[in-house]
T-cell receptor, first 112, second 111 residues
Framework: DTAVSQTPKYLVTQMGNDKSIKCEQN?????MYWYKQDSKKFLKIMFS???????INETVPNRFSPKSPDKAHLNLHINSLELGDSAVYFC???????????FGDGTRLSIL | GQNIDQPTEMTATEGAIVQINCTYQ??????LFWYQQHAGEAPTFLSY????GLEEKGRFSSFLSRSKGYSYLLLKELQMKDSASYLC????????????FGKGTKLSVKP
């Protein structure tokens, strides 16, 4: 059984569109994360979220917004996509205040 | 800043031993992790160090010196499947448990 699953695995779209990436974890973890990995393979935290608190990396544009319908899901919505948004986006989860983080397989976003 | 430095690339021979170093800013340090990432795949957890010393787990070991802001990942009896990127990541106090990753070391294992 997949612990952290993301959909879609590949996403190709045009500049200016709005898109969402879904993430679900079945580990019973309390905290979920979104990371961006650029073409140079540098993995950077975008958000972390538990039931009580959203921590936003201040460098993330407000076009990006996480949405959590429940503890097991943290979706990423992106408005007005730009060329620089092309990257691999990883979702992860961990126990509350704990580690290690478990990563999903990533969503490869390409902006045309 | 919270700089985490590790070599960009390393090459080693099958069966050999390789050491991948990581240095970080010591202020506010609260734990260090090593992750392995094969090309096109998710990072997977290898090890966690919070106290000084060596943690051994099979062919992989991780060492930490808090006072020096230094860690290394030691891979023994290298296999071709160990070719991957190795990511050093640090938790700092006040970061709400968020990991700060280094840029990763791409290890190529050759026959």
């Amino acid at each position: 059984d997949t612990a952290v699953s993301q959909t879609p695995k590949y996403l190709v779209t045009q500049m200016g569109n709005d898109k969402s990436i879904k993430c679900e974890q079945n580990l019973g973890h309390d905290t979920m994360y979104w990371y961006k990995q650029d073409s140079k393979k540098f993995l950077k935290i975008m958000f972390s979220y538990n039931n009580k608190e959203l921590i936003i990396n201040e460098t993330v544009p407000n076009r990006f917004s996480p949405k959590s319908p429940d503890k097991a899901h943290l979706n990423l919505h992106i408005n007005s996509l730009e060329l620089g948004d092309s990257a691999v986006y990883f979702c992860a989860s961990s126990p509350l205040g704990g580690q290690p983080q478990h990563f999903g397989d990533g969503t490869r976003l390409s902006i045309l | 800043g919270q700089n985490i430095d590790q070599p960009t690339e390393m090459t080693a021979t099958e069966g050999a031993i390789v050491q991948i170093n990581c240095t970080y800013q010591t202020s506010g340090f609260n734990g260090l992790f090593w992750y392995q990432q094969h090309a096109g795949e998710a990072p997977t957890f290898l090890s966690y160090n919070v106290l000084d010393g060596l943690e051994e787990k099979g062919r992989f070991s991780s060492f930490l010196s808090r006072s020096k802001g230094y860690s290394y990942l030691l891979l023994k009896e290298l296999q071709m499947k160990d070719s991957a990127s190795y990511l050093c990541a640090v938790i700092f106090r006040g970061s709400q448990g968020n990991l700060i990753f280094g840029k990763g070391t791409k290890l190529s294992v050759k026959p």
